[in-house]
C-alpha cells in the first residue's frame, strides 16, 4: 500500500504545478507606478474611465494616499493601498509638498491673533488655497463658530469650459474613374477674332480725363481713423478670509459666507459696511447688569487690497444707558493683524498706511470714556510688533508752575499794595 501511495506524489506534484502556472497566467500584471499623491477632497470619488458618468470604482477620503500610473490631459489614473485602480482629476490630488505644507501651515495659524469669533451661514468648504478650484479638505457644519486670522484678495477663476466635441468633418465625394472604353472627344478651334473696335469721336476728351483721375489716385490719402480697441474686462476678485476652527484646523473660505457675532447692539451701526474685526475694550455695571466696551474695524467696498477704511470705540453711557462712540477715524487704510487688550486698563493697536506710502502702528489706550493715542511707530513686517499689554503708558506732564497771565497779576499786585 505505501508503494502505491509513493507511485502517486509525483503526478501530484505535477498537478499542482500546472495548477500554479494556471493561475499566474491568469492574475493581470500591475502596472508601475510613476508617482504618488494625496487625495485633496473630503471625499474624492474614483471613476472606471475618464468620463465623469463612468462607474465610480472606489471613494477615498483627505490625506489618503494613492500611485499615479497613467496621465491622460489632466486626467490621472491612480491606484488605492487596497490595489483598487480609477481615474480622476489632478486638480483633485495633493503632492506630498502641500500636504506637509497645509499642516505646517495649520501649526503657523494657531499662533496667529483671532480678528473676531465668526459664524456660517451654511454648509462651508474649506479651501487649501484662496481659489475655487484647490481641494476643499474639511467642511463646516452651519451655525459653527470659527475665527477670523486672516484675509486676502485672490481672482476668481472662472471654471475650465466644457469640451467641444470635435465637428466631424464632411465625407469626400471619390472621384469617378472613367472607364477606357469612354473616348475623348476632339477639342472644337477657337472662333476667328472679330474686327478691332473704332475709336470713339471724342477719345481725346476720354484721355484728358483719365489722366486727371490717375492724377486724383496719386495723391496722398488722409489717414484712416483707427478704430477702437476693445475694452479690456477686468478680472473679478473675491474676498477670502483664512479662518481656525476649534479644533485647530486653518484654512481659506469666502468672506461673503461669515457673520461677525458682535452683538446686535452694537452691530446695528454698521450702515450696511462689513465689519472686518473687534474686540471687547473693558466692561462697566449698569444696575447690575454688564456692559462691554467694544471696538471694531469695518470696510466700506468688497474688493479691497486692505482689511478696513474705519474704526470706531464704543462705551456704554451710563447716563443714556445706551452705546455712544468715544472714538471714530474714517477714511483709513487699515491692515491685519488689530490687538487689543481687554481687563482694568483696555488699549489696542492697529496697521494703518500714510500718506507717505509708509505703514505705522498705531497705539491707542482707553482712560475711562476717552480714547488716546499712546505711541505711534514705523512698522515693519519682518519685526515682531510690541504685544499691547505692554504699552508704555507716558507719565504725566510735570507741574509747569504759574502761567505768564497770573505771574504778571501777582507781580503787578506786588508792585502795587495799595490795590
Known amino acids: 500500500m505505501q508503494h502505491r501511495v509513493l507511485h502517486f506524489i509525483p503526478l501530484l506534484l505535477l498537478i499542482g504545478f500546472c495548477c500554479c502556472s494556471t493561475a499566474c497566467k491568469d492574475e493581470p500584471k500591475r502596472a508601475p507606478s510613476i508617482g504618488e499623491a494625496f487625495a485633496g477632497p473630503i471625499a474624492l470619488n474614483l471613476r472606471a474611465e475618464v468620463s465623469p458618468s463612468s462607474k465610480i470604482v472606489a471613494t477615498l477620503k483627505h490625506g489618503d494616499r494613492v500611485e499615479i500610473l497613467q496621465t ?70 452651519e451655525g459653527s463658530a470659527v475665527d477670523v486670522v486672516g484675509h486676502r484678495l485672490a481672482p476668481r477663476l472662472a471654471p475650465p469650459a466644457a469640451t467641444r466635441a470635435a465637428t466631424p468633418k464632411p465625407a469626400s465625394i471619390p472621384k469617378r474613374k472613367k472607364s477606357g472604353k469612354e473616348k475623348k472627344e476632339p477639342a472644337l478651334p477657337p472662333p476667328p477674332p472679330g474686327p478691332a473696335p473704332k475709336l470713339p469721336a471724342n477719345w481725346l476728351e476720354l484721355s484728358k480725363s483719365h489722366h486727371v483721375a490717375a492724377t486724383e489716385e496719386d495723391k496722398p490719402k488722409p489717414e484712416a481713423t483707427p478704430t ?8 473679478q476678485l473675491e474676498d477670502w478670509s483664512l479662518v481656525r476652527t476649534k479644533d485647530a484646523k486653518a484654512g481659506w473660505v469666502l468672506s461673503r459666507m461669515l457673520n ?52 470706531r470705540v464704543f462705551i456704554w453711557s451710563l447716563r443714556r444707558h445706551r452705546y455712544e462712540t468715544a472714538y471714530i477715524m474714517r477714511k483709513v487704510t487699515g ?19 500714510n500718506d507717505d506710502g509708509k505703514r505705522y502702528l498705531y497705539n491707542f489706550v482707553l482712560e475711562v470714556n476717552r480714547v488716546r493715542l499712546a505711541r505711534k511707530t514705523l512698522w515693519e513686517p519682518n519685526a515682531e510688533a510690541p504685544k499691547t499689554g505692554a504699552i508704555p503708558v507716558p507719565p504725566p506732564p510735570a507741574d509747569p508752575g504759574p502761567s505768564r497771565a497770573q505771574k504778571l497779576k501777582d507781580w503787578f499786585k506786588s508792585a502795587n499794595p495799595l490795590k
Open 228 to 235: 477702437p480697441e476693445k475694452p479690456v474686462i477686468p478680472v
Open 335 to 353: 491692515y491685519y493683524p488689530v490687538e487689543a487688550k481687554d481687563g482694568e486698563s483696555p488699549s489696542f493697536s492697529l496697521i494703518l498706511e
Open 72 to 141: 491622460r490631459r489632466r486626467f490621472v489614473k491612480v491606484r488605492t493601498g487596497k490595489g483598487t485602480e480609477g481615474w480622476t482629476d489632478t486638480r483633485q490630488l495633493m503632492t506630498p509638498e502641500q500636504i506637509k505644507e497645509l499642516q505646517d501651515f495649520s501649526t503657523r495659524s494657531a499662533a496667529l491673533p483671532s480678528q473676531g469669533s465668526a459664524t456660517v451661514f451654511a454648509t462651508l468648504n474649506m479651501h487649501a488655497e484662496p481659489n475655487r478650484q484647490s481641494p476643499s479638505f474639511y467642511q463646516i457644519a
Open 260 to 311: 461677525m457675532t458682535i452683538p446686535d447692539e452694537v452691530a446695528q451701526y454698521a450702515e450696511g459696511h462689513r465689519i472686518t474685526s473687534y474686540f471687547p475694550l473693558g466692561k462697566v455695571l449698569d444696575e447690575g447688569v454688564e456692559k462691554k466696551h467694544w471696538l471694531w474695524t469695518t470696510i466700506t467696498a468688497n474688493g479691497q487690497p486692505y482689511e478696513f477704511d474705519s474704526f
